[in-house]
Structures are given as structure tokens and as C-alpha cells.
């Protein structure tokens, strides 16, 4: 497919936005790509949960995107993006403006850190690469104690949040002090304000992985809305607890420029758009990933798989768009990970049909080989 010479700008540089440049030239796209992102580095931020048991660290987790970029002709920019002007069509940035004929929003979602202490008592354990070094250092430095993990949500975007890495984390520490034979110098909690913590990924996942904590020996403190955190302290108001380390993933929200960008925004704080990530409203832009807000089930998950399905999609119909052909892709809506613990991995699948797990050592092997083949194509 010839298209006419338009000018894509890419915002961001990570599953989404390299999906998107990967689909662009496969669909014989040969106008010029700009992708705007602070770093010129791909983050793949799932296999930062093997960083605390030293499986991985930073080196092998950032990739430089040097090659890629000549690989798939990209117009590099480092620049953090500040707004959008939508009448001149330029993208604001703290380096300047950039003009778009089109425009993919990638940038990822942000955590709302409203919880009194956040900033100073926990470790978000989903806030990168560092966060995790942030872990292995705090956990190598411990001689015992209690470690509590949790994770909340976004009240006004049920969607909005991110419980699967807590998980791996609850159950790859385990398994790292057993390993390391001091176990029983720790106790480990696991807290929720929701009473079913993990139900997105279906009622038997909830089972499972509470059975899970209770085989581990891991405590729970389920159904309390949270209050707070102090220094050695989870205050909620069902309780508190002491907690020596506490990691704790809030939920989720948008990118914090889209506030004055004239788009249309969703309750929880994302762009809105539909289902082959057309923006409502707002000509010639597109989303994909964690910045959006799509129609579909409750339990859509903000996840790396998704992100690549909805770049999929979003740039497709971009195409179409470009070349005046009415044309409506869709993206899938599918839930698919592994919840790993280091020795195993539980195979979560769910789709509009069918949800189903699956318990192997095997699974840990595959997200290995799946992290493996994904990095080989960027690199
Ligand atoms: C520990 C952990 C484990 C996970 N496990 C899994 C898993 O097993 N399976 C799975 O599918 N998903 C998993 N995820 C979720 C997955 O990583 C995210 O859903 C995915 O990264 C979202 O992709 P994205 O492209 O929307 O955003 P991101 O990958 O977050 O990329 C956002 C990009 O935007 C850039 N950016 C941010 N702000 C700006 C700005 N103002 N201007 C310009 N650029 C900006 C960032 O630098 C980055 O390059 C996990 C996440 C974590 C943290």
C-alpha cells in the first residue's frame, strides 16, 4: 500500500510506540516517523520482577534504540512532551514544539501518589528499573523483619491499575529468602483495599492466588480501604500493621500533560478514544497503551500485550485514514500473562469467551523465551 508523505509523530518509546513504528513499516509506510520520548532507551519493564533475586539488571533490561531507529528510518527527538497545541497541530515539548500531520499518543500512564507517606515510606514497585534495584538493595541489606505488598486502584477507572506484578514480586521474594535459607527471619503481608484482590484476571485467579499466600505462609489484610503509610507502618482503616519494607502499586492515571490538551478525557484521567484507538473529537490523533481509555470489559487489563494490540490497531486505521479509505480496525481484548514466582509461573488467560490457568515451571521458562524473542526484535 502507497501512502501519501505524512508526518507521524510518536509519542513515547516504549511497547506501544515501538509497535507502532513496527507496524507502520510493515505496512509499507515510507513517510517520515518522529518518535518523541526523554530517553532514546526501551525499557522491558515485566522482567523487572527477576531484578531483586539478581536474575536480571539494568543492562539487560534497557535497550539502546540506535539500531532500531536505522532499522525502521526513525526520527529520533529527546524531549519530554508538556501539552499539545491542536489548531497548529504541534506537539508542546521542553526542548519545543513539534509538528504532526499525525499523531500517536504512547506515553504510558502515571501512578497517583494522593496516600499520605507514599512518597517517603514505599517503594512503588512498578516505577522502572530502579525501582526494583531500589528492592534488591533494601532486601540484601535486611537481616529480617516484615515485608508488606500491596497493590490499590484508580476508584474513578477500575481499569486503571496494575495487581499481576505484585504478585511476582510477593512470590519471587519468597521463594529468593527460601533460597537463600531465611525464611523465617521474615513475615511477609499482603494487603488490599478489595476484598478479591486479582478478580480482573477471573474468580478462579482469586482462589488460587490466595491459596497461593496461604501455602507460602504469606498473612493477608484483605477489604480495608487504605489510609496511609509511616515510616515501618500500613495504616488502613481496617488496621495497621508494622512493615519494615513496603512496596505498593497505586493505581493508575494518565499522562500528567494531557490536562490542558483540549482532549477528551476519561473519569480516571486517560484520552478516550474508541476501539481502534480513534480519539473522539480530535482529528489526526490516535492512542494506544496505557494513556488511553477504550470501550470493553471491566477487566480489560493496561498490560505490554495489550498496548501492542491497540498500536496495531491504531495505526492501521491511521493508514487508512491517510489514504481516504473508510476502514475500522479493531483491536482484540485479551488478558494474557504469566504470574511468575522464579521456579514457576501460573499461565493466566481470559478473553470475551473463555479464562482459564494453567501451573508449570514451564511457564517460567516461556516468559524467559517470551522476553528473549521480544528484546531480539528490538535490538
Ligand atoms: C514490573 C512490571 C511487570 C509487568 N508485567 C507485565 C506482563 O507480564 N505482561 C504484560 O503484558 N505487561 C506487563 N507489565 C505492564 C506493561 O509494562 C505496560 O502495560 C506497558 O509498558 C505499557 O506500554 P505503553 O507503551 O503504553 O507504555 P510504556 O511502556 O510505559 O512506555 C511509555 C513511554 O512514554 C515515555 N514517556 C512518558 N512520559 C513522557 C512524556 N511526557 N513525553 C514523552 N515521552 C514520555 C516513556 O519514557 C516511555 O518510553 C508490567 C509492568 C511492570 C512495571
Avoid at 260 to 273: E, I, K, M, N, T
Avoid at 306 to 334: C, T, W, Y
Amino acid at each position: 500500500m502507497d501512502t501519501p508523505q505524512e508526518q507521524i509523530v510518536i509519542l513515547g518509546a516504549g511497547f506501544a510506540a515501538l509497535t507502532a513504528v513496527k507496524t507502520l513499516r510493515k505496512n509499507r509506510f515510507t513517510g517520515l516517523i518522529t518518535m518523541v520520548a526523554p530517553r532514546a532507551i526501551f525499557s522491558y519493564l515485566p522482567s523487572t520482577i527477576w531484578i531483586p533475586s539478581g536474575m536480571r539488571d539494568r543492562e539487560d533490561l534497557e535497550v539502546p534504540l540506535e539500531n532500531f531507529f536505522a532499522r525502521f528510518n526513525v526520527r529520533f527527538q529527546a524531549a519530554t512532551v508538556t501539552g499539545l497545541n491542536q489548531e497548529e497541530q504541534q506537539v508542546l515539548s521542553d526542548t519545543g514544539s513539534i509538528h504532526y500531520d499525525r499523531l500517536l499518543i504512547a506515553s504510558g500512564a502515571r501512578f497517583i501518589q494522593k496516600l499520605p507517606g507514599i512518597k517517603e515510606h514505599v517503594i512503588i514497585p512498578c516505577d522502572g528499573i530502579s525501582a526494583g534495584e531500589k528492592i534488591r538493595d533494601r532486601l540484601a541489606a535486611m537481616e529480617g523483619g516484615t515485608i508488606a505488598m500491596g497493590f490499590g486502584g484508580n476508584p474513578k477507572e477500575p481499569s486503571a491499575m496494575r495487581g499481576g506484578p505484585v504478585f511476582e514480586f510477593l512470590y519471587g521474594i519468597d521463594t529468593l529468602l527460601r533460597r537463600q535459607g531465611r525464611r523465617e527471619q521474615f513475615k511477609l503481608i499482603f494487603f488490599s483495599p478489595a476484598a478479591e484482590p486479582g478478580k480482573r484476571m477471573g474468580p478462579k485467579a482469586v482462589k488460587g492466588l490466595l491459596r497461593e499466600m496461604d501455602k507460602r505462609g504469606i498473612e493477608t489484610h484483605l477489604g480495608h480501604k487504605m489510609k496511609g503509610f509511616a515510616e515501618n507502618r500500613v495504616i488502613t482503616e481496617g488496621g495497621e500493621f508494622e512493615s519494615q519494607l513496603t512496596l505498593f502499586m497505586p493505581g493508575l492515571t494518565g499522562p500528567a500533560w494531557l490536562a490542558d490538551s483540549g482532549l477528551p478525557l476519561s473519569a480516571g484521567g486517560f484520552v478516550v478514544a474508541d476501539q481502534g484507538g480513534r480519539v473522539g473529537g480530535a482529528e489526526h490523533i490516535y492512542v494506544a497503551g496505557d494513556s488511553g481509555s477504550f470501550p470493553g470489559p471491566e477487566w480489560m487489563p493496561k498490560q505490554a500485550h495489550m498496548a501492542d494490540l491497540q498500536a496495531e490497531a491504531a495505526v492501521k486505521n491511521m493508514l487508512s485514514d491517510i489514504a481516504g479509505r473508510p476502514a475500522q480496525h479493531h483491536f482484540k481484548v485479551e488478558l494474557v500473562c504469566i504470574v511468575d514466582s522464579i521456579s514457576t509461573g501460573v499461565l493466566v488467560y481470559r478473553d470475551m469467551k473463555r479464562t482459564f490457568l494453567f501451573k508449570t515451571p514451564l511457564f517460567h521458562w516461556a516468559k524467559l523465551l517470551f522476553e528473549k524473542l521480544y528484546l531480539r526484535g528490538v535490538r
